[in-house]
Structures are given as structure tokens and as C-alpha cells.
């Protein structure tokens, strides 16, 4: 029988424990992540166990809290979000010779995962730019904001964006500079790429925080250019309502976690799960921005039948 969080029931204090472990507490889509979980856990009888690196996105930190948990807790399941696909390679291959499920979202990387939850993160940064690029009439000259390298989504993303790029000839790219995935870093990074630039036309953040930042920047030098972002926060959808923002993506941190949760505890009862589930790419724009309004907590959870095939 499909398993549904809409129709769990109550939480047994005897069900599964699934320990989450995200790359940071800082940015608003890791936050709406967990609470996904946390809610489609306890609609189907399990708990979450939280485990968040005090400093965002640190490897060497995260890895401790998996050893912790392997050696403490051994939870019966676990979702992980890498900091570092590659400096993560060793926990993941102890959480397999634990034998613990493991559920990756948000970053792929190498080991034995039931299920990977997250997008296509190329064909969103494509979306993202091609909606930019129409909005400049397919002439202007843009920079790029990214996110860590060692984050794939960020590495996918840039990717993304300058293969979009290069299919327009009217669109120069005048430079890229890092924002580390965090507003104040996306702010610095405007600053720098402004001094270096006196004309931008155009600017694409690999996430929302950076685009917020981004934002600040310009705002604060009376300058103006079409900003893009990613993640479809609460925060950037009311700029994009706005007119502050252009647009944002839909990567619904919330829905991830959910159908994350659910994989596991899928898994751990014997039913199917798909070696992937896939969000689709959305624009977030002026036009239809008022459904990304509501705020995460008020969301229902997804029905697993309308968004997975194969499990």
C-alpha cells in the first residue's frame, strides 16, 4: 500500500529514527528542509534527529556529527546534504559499512544511496538565465555570483548559466567572483564585481541569500541592474513581488525534505523508492510569485503519488 505523510497518523514513540544532517542552519531553504522532515517523519510514525554544523558549510564539522551518530545514536536511517562531496566520501562509506539506509539531497555525490532528492540543476540555472537574458532583449552584459566549489549544486549552476550565455552572442559575461552561499557574501561579491565593472546590465546568483546581498549592494550605491536568484525563499519571492528582484527558482526545500523522509521510511518498511526523485525547474516571476508567499510552516506536506513514478 502507498505511503502517504497526509495520512500517517499519529507519531509512535517507538518508530523509526531518521537523523538529518544539512550543511547549515543559515540559509532559510536548509531550515525549511528539516521542518519537511521533521513533519512527514511524524506523520508516519518516525522521529528526526536535527544535526546542523554550527559553521555553515563545513566538511571537517559534519563529519564529526555523522561519526557521532554512528558511534552514539545509530539512527535508523539517514538523509545527508554533503558539504563536500569529495571531503564527505569518507563518512558516506561508513554510514554504508554501518549498514544505515542513506538518503543524499540537495548535493550528489559517490557512495550507496537508496535515493537521491533534490533537481536538475543545470536545466534550472539554464531556466534562470534564458528568463534574464529575455528580459534584457538578449543584450547586456552580466555577472555571476556562485556558491562554494565544493558544492555540486553550485558547480551545476554555473554551469548552467554559462551554457545559456554562450547560446547568445549579445550577452557578455564580464566576470564571476564567490559569495559562499550566504548574504553577506553575496553582498561583498557585488561590491567587488561593481569596482571592477562600472556598466552591469544583469546579475545571477547560484542561490537566493546572494541575490538578497546582491540587492543590498546596488541598493546601497544607487545602482541598478536585473537581479536573479535561486532556492524560491519566502524572502526573494516578496522581492520579486517587489519588482525588486526578477526572478527566482523553485527549489522547494520543504518538499524536499518531506519526500526525503518519506524515501527513508519507505525503504525501512520494504516499499519501492525510486534511485532518484527530481523537482522540476520553475521560474518564480512577477506573475505567478504569490503562491512562494506562504510561509513554509503553513505548506502541506506533498502527496508522494503525485510527485514520484517508479516507487
Do not use: C
Request: glycine fraction near 12%.
Amino acid at each position: 500500500m502507498p505511503i502517504s505523510a497526509q495520512h500517517g497518523g499519529p507519531p509512535r514513540a517507538s518508530g523509526p529514527r531518521i537523523a538529518v544532517f544539512t550543511k547549515n542552519g543559515v540559509n532559510p531553504n536548509y531550515r525549511a528542509f528539516l521542518l519537511g522532515a521533521e513533519r512527514a517523519a511524524a506523520a508516519l510514525g518516525a522521529v528526526t534527529l536535527p544535526q546542523v554544523p554550527a559553521t555553515p558549510d563545513d566538511p571537517a564539522e559534519q563529519a564529526a556529527l555523522v561519526r557521532r551518530a554512528l558511534s552514539g545514536t545509530r539512527p535508523d536511517a539517514i538523509l545527508l546534504a554533503p558539504a563536500d562531496d569529495r571531503a564527505m566520501e569518507g563518512p558516506v562509506a561508513e554510514i554504508n559499512a554501518a549498514g544505515i539506509p542513506l538518503v543524499g539531497f540537495v548535493n550528489r555525490m559517490r557512495g550507496r544511496f537508496v535515493t537521491f532528492v533534490g533537481a536538475d540543476d543545470v536545466a534550472m540555472a539554464r531556466a534562470a538565465a534564458a528568463h534574464l537574458i529575455a528580459a534584457l532583449r538578449g543584450e547586456g552584459r552580466v555577472v555571476l555570483i556562485e556558491g562554494p566549489e565544493t558544492a555540486p549544486t553550485s558547480r551545476d549552476r554555473g554551469r548552467g548559466f554559462r551554457e545559456e550565455i554562450a547560446r547568445h552572442p549579445g550577452i557578455a559575461l564580464l566576470g564571476t567572483a564567490p559569495g559562499r552561499y550566504l548574504r553577506p557574501g553575496g553582498r561583498e561579491a557585488m561590491r567587488a564585481l561593481m569596482a571592477a565593472h562600472p556598466r552591469i546590465e544583469g546579475v545571477i546568483a547560484t542561490n537566493d541569500l546572494m541575490a538578497l546581498g546582491a540587492l543590498d549592494a546596488l541598493e546601497e550605491q544607487g545602482r541598478r541592474a536585473l537581479v536573479v536568484g535561486n532556492n524560491g525563499t519566502v524572502e526573494a519571492a516578496r522581492a520579486v513581488g517587489e519588482g525588486r528582484l526578477l526572478a527566482t527558482m523553485d527549489y522547494d526545500g520543504f518538499r524536499m525534505g518531506a519526500l526525503a523522509a518519506m524515501a527513508a521510511i519507505r525503504h525501512l518498511r520494504g516499499l519501492p523508492v525510486p534511485p532518484e526523485i527530481l523537482l522540476p525547474a520553475q521560474v518564480i516571476h512577477r506573475g505567478n510569485h504569490a503562491a512562494w508567499l506562504v510561509p513554509v510552516a503553513e505548506r502541506p506536506l506533498p502527496e508522494w503519488d503525485a510527485i514520484v513514478r517508479g516507487g
